[in-house]
């Protein structure tokens, strides 16, 4: 069983498209999270979302939302997609919130033309 | 602010050759959390090693073994007779206690060539 999904693992898109990445978590854990990577392998954190206190970092554009329906699930919505969001975008979670290891999902590979 | 660094780029290595990478950490909280993560050309990000900063005790694991100096704010990495299969980018991470800082630092791309 995988134990943190995403989907797609590619995604390939427009600029001025709206498209989201679903992630999916069966470890139990309580926290989850959404990781920009990009061209030069920095992995910069997106969000983390823990019993539903929300934490963004302050540096993603509101054209970036996570959305959480339960705990298993945080989906990361992004509107009016720009050439430089093209990156790969990792989903993790973590049993807890602060200093639990994280458990990362594959990857999506998003390109935006 | 927390900061990671990881002074090495990339280093290449030939089997069997024993490897160092260096990790080197900021922060003024006095509870926090160490973490090396793998990743291999597949891409996916493997979980190595937590640490907490109480505990400085040195650990192995396997060929891998990691040395953690508060003096010196290091948690070092290192791989004894290095294998093709550890070809890979190594990421050091910080965590505060409460989980609102979690940095990665900027990877070290390990090449061991046969």
Known sequence: DTAVSQTPKYLVTQMGNDKSIKCEQNLGHDTMYWYKQDSKKFLKIMFSYNNKELIINETVPNRFSPKSPDKAHLNLHINSLELGDSAVYFCASSQSFGGSEQYFGPGTRLTVT | ?114
Request: proline fraction near 4%; hydrophobic fraction near 35%; charge should be negative.
């Open chain 2, 1 to 114: 602010a927390q900061k990671v660094t990881q002074a090495q780029t990339e280093i290449s290595v030939v089997e069997k050759e024993d490897v160092t990478l260096d990790c080197v950490y900021e922060t003024r909280d006095t509870t926090y959390y160490l973490f090396w993560y793998k990743q291999p050309p597949s891409g996916e990000l493997v979980f190595l090693i937590r640490r907490n900063s109480f505990d400085e005790q040195n650990e192995i694991s396997g060929r891998y073994s990691w040395n953690f100096q508060k003096s010196t704010s290091s948690f070092n990495f290192t791989i004894t007779a290095s294998q093709v299969v550890d070809s890979a980018v190594y990421f050091c991470a910080l965590s505060d206690n409460y989980g609102q800082n979690f940095v990665f630092g900027p990877g070290t791309r390990l090449s061991v060539l046969p």
